[in-house]
């Protein structure tokens, strides 16, 4: 059976490095990231969550049919609001898939989660990383980031299914191992 595995979690704590080396692991495994299909729509810079907004329904879509081509899915995006969640978890419903939660939190807590956050993007070259820090300055910054934390771990509480992958900053691999181990 297929299965969409959703890579949640805070921004900056490695989903998208995590589902990239998932998918270079793992033949015929799609890493859908919605940030980096954001960047294909005309304007996103100047308009991040529009972008977001008309690409999402596309995801959807890609992650649907190739689901049901009989291959695996990884996700790696935050997702808190629950009705949002239960469009992707839809999806995987009717492509005949398994739909796997994990939700990446920093081990030493949400303080250091934002400290991650803010070190965010200097050493790579994701495009729409300066985006990302304009929307969380402008939703209210590193409190914005702590009530994520605090959503993330309700969702974590609210749906048994969701298991929580420790994230270590400077050690991408242990945090590989673990998300291998919890599968």
Same mark, same amino acid.
């Given at each position: 059976?297929?299965?969409?595995?959703?890579?949640?979690?805070?921004?900056?704590?490695?989903? =998208?490095?995590?589902?990239?080396?998932?998918? #270079?692991?793992?033949?015929?495994?799609?890493?859908? #990231?919605?940030?980096?299909?954001?960047?294909?729509?005309?304007g996103w810079s100047d308009d991040f969550a529009a972008a977001g907004a008309a690409i999402r329904p596309v995801a959807l879509a890609i992650i649907e049919a190739h689901l049901r081509a009989g291959c695996d899915v990884v996700l790696p995006q935050m997702l808190v609001d629950p009705a949002e969640l239960a469009r992707f978890e839809a999806v995987a419903s009717r492509a005949g898939a398994a739909f796997v939660e994990r939700v990446l939190l920093d081990e030493d807590g949400p303080d250091a989660a934002v400290a991650r956050f803010h070190r965010r993007g200097t050493d790579t070259p994701d495009p729409w990383h300066e985006q990302v820090r304009a929307i969380v300055a402008a939703q209210?910054? #590193?409190?914005?980031?702590?009530?994520?934390?605090?959503?993330?771990?309700?969702?974590?509480?609210?749906?048994?299914?969701?298991?929580?992958?420790? =994230?270590?900053?400077? #050690?991408?691999?242990?945090?590989y191992e673990a998300l291998l181990r919890s599968l």
């Open positions: 059976m297929p299965r969409l595995l959703h890579l949640n979690g805070p921004p900056g704590i490695g989903k =998208s490095t995590l589902a990239r080396r998932y998918a #270079d692991e793992h033949p015929g495994v799609l890493s859908c #990231d919605i940030d980096v299909l954001r960047t294909l729509i005309g209210g910054g #590193d409190d914005t980031l702590r009530r994520y934390h605090r959503a993330l771990r309700g969702l974590v509480d609210d749906r048994p299914g969701a298991v929580v992958v420790p =994230s270590r900053e400077g #050690d991408p691999d242990a945090t």
